[in-house]
């Protein structure tokens, strides 16, 4: 076996920032004054926040030890299902922070601002190739903002019919996101159980859709990384209500240049531009959550819409049955940049990325089902699911698998989800990941199952290398102490 | 391509170990009838120098600061970022990192999460912060839907003079729950009106934003004790540029039960209206209906200090239909950020730096008013404020265009009767020199 | 999780099927979750109650138990008026993991129908269920 990558390094300690620095100390060049000053009056002036005051030296070492603290794609593989954490190329990073761009200010008149509105243009025009849905907007700024909008364009339709639909179909696959963004519109959830091939039986849709159900959320292909393959016939019967079909596009990754949403039937569907169009996840964020929709669903997207004419770009706010507004602006812009140098950079090569993303997605699975139960054995797509199963008479769970994989430098996969699966593994190792990489991370997998019988303590008791050991939630959770 | 790194060998290995004749084979259980009739039609893929000069194209078509004097604010401004800030957001273990589930691994994001929480708390002067929404508007939407929560009503209130935008995101965000929403007018001096404050009674929130869309700084402390003779509505301050309470009082001490804005401010490029930074605080008894992530302290095994994500129970993937949002992340990033710039400044440096945007308002303020144009709101401002043109100054504003000055935003936008009425912002960026030009380029 | 032969069922108390028991004092009845109950949920970090005064119907939901990773309705054993809730779990929800059925009570209800409560599961017949 090869070395593997996790080992122990010096890990600095750092205070808070409240607890460095001295009165008067500053890291900010003040720009010159060359206006008199002019008071305010006395009862508007505060006493200004409680900030320390840091020299430079002092912040560039807070953040620069924070920032060992962390793992991220760029320290190791990151193999979390359903996040898509694939390489963020360094060049979409430069492209972002162009003076043109970064320094553009939203509200700049349509002539001066004529290369983002482009750029935005272009963008929409490649992702309805990629999804075969015509009409996209880049408004909203995550996936369940994505989700939001879907919901409100679900409302917005059946007002404009004068029907009221109370309920929606949400597959016990689906992102937990979806059933609180069906809420936000006032649509109970109505749970589809998949079938034991873990996908959804159309008799099963059948039984359940009806003239008060709005339609359905699904997620293509599913959190158990398999493709819904009665889409086509589900969305028939949906339609066939009366209600829309709505797809979460999170792991779009999939099937880039193989599937048509338009033509599986879907009429809404939402992008993670921080999935599938490789930018960053910023520890949380910004994202970007696009919404691609049919031609007939075209009106109700939010303004304002970027549109073509005579050879100019503009923004228009002139859409009457508009669902309105979900962001103060035009969503993550910056963000948009990325995605848009990202599809630049690939073109038709991201077919390419889909398959490889399924291929070793594949591949995992084959050369780890032996050592872990995999529930549903059969082709995955750009994740598989496993359980911890195997390794129940050594008292080992889920937890402890994930904690031990961080030992020996790894990123484990996403724990407990999805909820079908009891103790599931969830691990999507996306396309950038080498065959090299890949084999390694086998090779910790079935170190461990073997530890799990050989020396179960070694698990319980991971991780060691990084800097904290398991942290206690409970007492977290108990007594809050959110600030300091 | 460079972000593939599969050889043919590999991909024929890794075919054969799953079974595949080929890569196409891998997605033989898709049925025909829902793929794709043809192949991607995208551009050709750029080489690296070839995308370095399309998108340098692209940029150069934009109107920005030096070359052009910009003299826009409403709700995103343009302050200056230390280099300092730029070059630590770029370390990667930063932005190439998830959401903080595996605590063991990501302390870094968790403990710069923390601080932001800390001093955003410290900023707007309540108990608890969360670790960011989206942007502004829909924190502000955010804050409402927890006001409609927490009291059981379903009707709030909106001051006129708060962000149009923001207002829009509002109605949005609360069209489907069947909620009425009443907008409160300004007044001649351009403050909310408090006299024609609704029937307080069954209001579950009114929000206030200040400095408000005018640059009007608001009396919170006033508008506070009237919303409070119904102890049960809550107080909601909005804001667009935290900048402001560098210097002024801040919303807690005024009586906000919840504070929610816009972070674009502190250290985060303007890029078109986004990424920005939703700012949320409130008091503490509010905290288990707060919206979106927080970040908690505890302790490790070893009885060491730490932070993991917690009230978990609050959220979509646990409460799902009954979570507080289907807010799901953060503005990670754009919180860290935020974080480094409060931290950069200081209280010493914030201060100064809050004082110089006031003042510099007030220069270009005076120098209008010399310069014969009326200030229609006789009302305190920060960093932006209305003017009101001689009418038709609108070909004067396109005439300044040419000459690479956009003076200020045309409300007659969004408030039809203010017609010639200008709204100007002025930072720290605008030099005297450029406030001089503008004068005489306006008189010209 | 404990084996159920490891847990504690005072024989003096009733049971429901969603593991809240009630127990007669008086005219009054008071009502918890079982050591089942909160061995299933583990650490308890939150409890939320109703409020005094409120009235429920039998089997409507009283308020939530949250651990750390999930959420747990509570249902009314039976019908009636709350008239008191236990306000040291506020800040020692603990109390419910450490003592079910002694300083982790949750309300004291004045019953509508005191009927409800004997139809209610004997210790036995709960212990039977769960066995299953």
Redo the contacts between chains.
């Keep these: 076996m090869k070395a593997m990558t996790g080992t122990r390094g010096l890990v600095l300690n750092e205070p808070f920032l409240w607890e460095q620095g001295a009165r008067g100390r500053t890291c900010f060049s003040m720009p010159r004054r060359d206006v008199d000053p002019c008071p305010l009056k006395d009862e508007l002036v505060g006493q200004g926040p409680d900030f320390p005051d840091l020299s430079e030296v002092d912040l560039v070492r807070h953040y620069t030890r924070l920032s060992t603290w962390n793992f991220g794609v760029d320290t190791g593989m990151y193999p979390l299902g359903s996040c898509t954490m694939k390489y963020n190329p360094k060049i979409n990073e430069k492209m972002a922070s162009l003076p043109g761009f970064a320094g553009a200010h939203p509200l700049l008149p349509a002539e001066l601002c004529q290369g983002v509105l482009k750029l935005m243009y272009d963008l929409e025009k490649y992702l309805a190739e990629i999804t075969g849905l015509p009409a996209v907007t880049l408004q909203p700024a995550a996936g369940a903002h994505g989700e939001l909008t879907g919901m409100l364009i679900f409302h917005a339709f059946f007002k404009a019919r004068n029907q009221q639909r109370s309920k929606i179909l949400i597959p016990d696959t689906a992102h937990g996101t979806n059933p609180a963004s069906a809420a936000l519109c006032g649509f109970k959830s109505i749970p589809v159980a998949s079938n034991d091939q873990g996908v959804l039986a159309p008799e099963e849709v059948a039984e359940l859709m009806d003239e008060e159900t709005a339609g359905i959320m699904i997620t293509n292909p599913n959190t158990l990384g398999l493709f819904e393959d009665n889409i086509k016939k589900i969305a028939g019967i949906v339609h066939a209500k009366g209600g829309l079909v709505y797809a979460d596009g999170a792991n779009m990754n999939a099937i880039m240049g193989i599937v048509d949403m338009s033509k599986s039937g879907v009429d809404i569907l939402h992008l993670n531009l921080h999935k599938t169009f490789a930018t960053p996840h910023g520890g949380g964020g910004p994202g970007s959550g696009p919404v691609c929709v049919t031609k007939n669903l075209e009106k109700f997207l939010p303004v304002p819409r970027v549109i073509h004419q005579n050879g100019d770009y503009t923004l228009t706010y002139d859409c009457p049955e508009s669902i309105g507004k979900l962001h103060a602006f035009y969503g993550n812009f910056g963000v948009q940049i990325k995605a848009y140098s990202y599809i630049l950079s690939m073109g038709a090569e991201l077919k390419k990325a889909s398959q490889l993303a399924v291929l070793n997605a594949n591949y995992i699975k084959e050369e780890l089902k032996s050592v872990f139960h995999l529930p549903y054995d059969r082709a995955c797509m750009h994740e598989c699911v496993f359980t911890d199963k195997f390794q129940k008479p050594y008292k080992v769970t889920t937890l402890d698998i994930a904690k031990r994989l961080m030992d020996y430098g790894f990123h484990p996969p996403t724990i407990y989800f999805p909820l079908v699966v009891h103790g599931a593994l969830m691990i999507e190792p996306t396309e950038t990941e080498s065959k090299t990489s890949i084999d390694l991370f086998i090779a910790a997998l079935k170190a461990i199952a073997k530890e799990a019988r050989e020396s179960p303590e070694l698990l319980h008791e991971a991780p060691r290398n990084p800097k904290m050991r398991r942290l206690d939630e409970t007492i977290a959770a108990r007594k809050p102490c959110l600030a300091g | 391509?460079r972000?593939?790194?599969?050889t043919d060998e590999?991909?024929a290995?890794?075919?054969q170990?799953?079974?595949?004749m080929d890569?196409?084979d891998?997605?033989?259980?898709?049925?025909e009838?829902?793929?794709?009739?043809r192949?991607?039609?995208?551009?050709?893929?750029?080489t690296?120098w070839e995308?370095?000069q399309?998108?340098?194209?692209?940029?150069?078509?934009?109107?920005?600061?030096p070359e052009?004097k910009?003299f826009?604010g409403?709700?995103?401004y343009?302050h200056?970022i230390?280099e300092?800030i730029?070059?630590?957001l770029?370390?990667?273990?930063?932005?190439?990192?998830?959401?903080?589930?595996?605590?063991?691994?990501?302390?870094?994001?968790l403990?710069?999460?923390?601080?932001y929480?800390?001093?955003t708390?410290?900023?707007l002067g309540l108990?608890?912060?969360n670790?960011?929404l989206?942007?502004?508007?829909?924190g502000l939407a955010e804050a409402l839907?927890m006001a409609i929560r927490i009291t059981g009503r379903k009707k709030v209130a909106v001051a006129g003079s708060i962000?149009p935008?923001?207002r829009?995101?509002v109605?949005?965000?609360l069209?489907?729950?069947?909620c009425e929403i009443v907008e409160i007018p300004y007044l001649a001096n351009g403050k909310t009106d408090l006299t024609r404050l609704p029937d307080l009674a069954d209001l579950a929130g009114i929000a206030v934003q200040s400095p408000n869309f005018f640059g009007c700084?608001e009396d919170l402390d006033l508008i506070g004790r009237e919303i409070h003779s119904d102890p049960k509505t809550l107080f909601v301050v909005t804001f667009t540029e935290p900048l402001a309470?560098?210097?002024?009082?801040?919303p807690g001490?005024l009586g906000a039960d919840i504070a929610c804005g816009?972070g674009q401010s502190f250290g985060i490029?303007?890029?078109?209206?986004?990424?920005?930074l939703g700012m949320f605080a409130a008091k503490k008894r509010f905290?288990?209906n707060m919206p979106g992530?927080?970040?908690?302290?505890?302790?490790?095994?070893?009885g060491?200090r730490?932070?993991?994500l917690?009230?978990?129970?609050r959220e979509?993937?646990?409460?799902?239909?009954?979570?507080t949002?289907?807010?799901?992340?953060?503005?990670?990033?754009?919180a860290?950020a935020a974080?480094?710039y409060?931290?950069?400044?200081?209280?010493?440096?914030?201060?100064?730096?809050a004082?110089?945007n006031?003042?510099?308002a007030?220069?270009l303020k005076n120098q209008l008013q010399q310069a014969g144009f009326t200030i229609p709101f006789d009302t305190?401002t920060f960093n932006e404020f209305v003017v009101k043109f001689p009418a038709g100054f609108e070909t004067t504003h396109k005439k300044l265009?040419a000459k690479k000055i956009?003076a200020g935003?045309d409300l007659s936008l969004y408030y039809p009767e203010l017609i010639d009425h200008y709204l100007l912002s002025v930072t720290?960026?605008s030099?005297?020199?450029d406030m001089d030009a503008l004068i005489k380029e306006i008189q010209a | 999780m404990k084996e159920i032969s490891e847990l504690n069922f005072p024989d003096d108390l009733r049971y429901t099927e969603d593991h809240e028991w009630a127990k007669q004092e008086g005219k009054q009845i008071r009502i918890g979750i079982s050591d089942y109950a909160q061995d299933q949920l583990g650490d308890i970090v939150f409890v939320e109650l109703p409020q005094v005064g409120d009235t429920f119907a039998k089997g409507a939901e009283f308020g939530t138990i949250e651990s750390v990773k999930a959420v747990s309705e509570v249902y009314m054993p039976l019908g009636g008026q709350i008239v008191a809730i236990n306000e040291a779990l506020e800040d020692a929800p603990e109390l419910v993991n450490n003592e079910p059925y002694a300083k982790g009570w949750m309300i004291v209800v004045n019953p509508s129908d005191i009927n409800e409560f004997d139809a209610l599961l004997a210790r036995d017949a709960y212990l039977e269920m769960l066995k299953g």
């Design positions: 391509m972000y593939l790194p599969h590999e991909i290995a890794m075919l170990k799953a079974g595949a890569l196409d891998l997605f033989s259980g898709i049925p009838d829902c793929r794709r009739g192949d991607l039609d995208l551009p050709e893929p750029f690296e995308l370095n399309h998108m340098a194209v692209l940029s150069g078509k934009m109107a920005v600061s052009y910009i826009l409403a709700g995103s343009e200056y230390p300092v730029k070059q630590l770029a370390r990667s273990e930063f932005y190439t990192a998830y959401t903080p589930y595996q605590p063991e691994i990501s302390q870094g994001t403990q710069a999460i923390y601080e929480q800390t001093l708390t410290r900023l108990d608890v912060a670790a960011s989206y942007d502004g508007a829909s839907l962000h935008f923001y829009k995101v109605q949005t965000y069209a489907p729950t069947g700084i309470y560098g210097i002024l009082k801040n001490s816009e490029p303007q890029s078109f209206g986004g990424p920005g905290m288990r992530r927080l970040v908690g302290k505890t302790k490790d095994e070893n060491n730490g932070f993991v917690t009230l978990a129970t979509q993937h646990i409460r799902r239909e009954k979570a949002s289907n807010i799901c992340s953060n503005q990670g990033l754009c860290t974080a480094m409060m931290a950069a400044l200081g209280r010493t440096g914030l201060r100064e730096l004082r110089l006031h003042d510099k007030e220069y305190p265009l956009v935003l720290e960026t030099s005297k020199e």
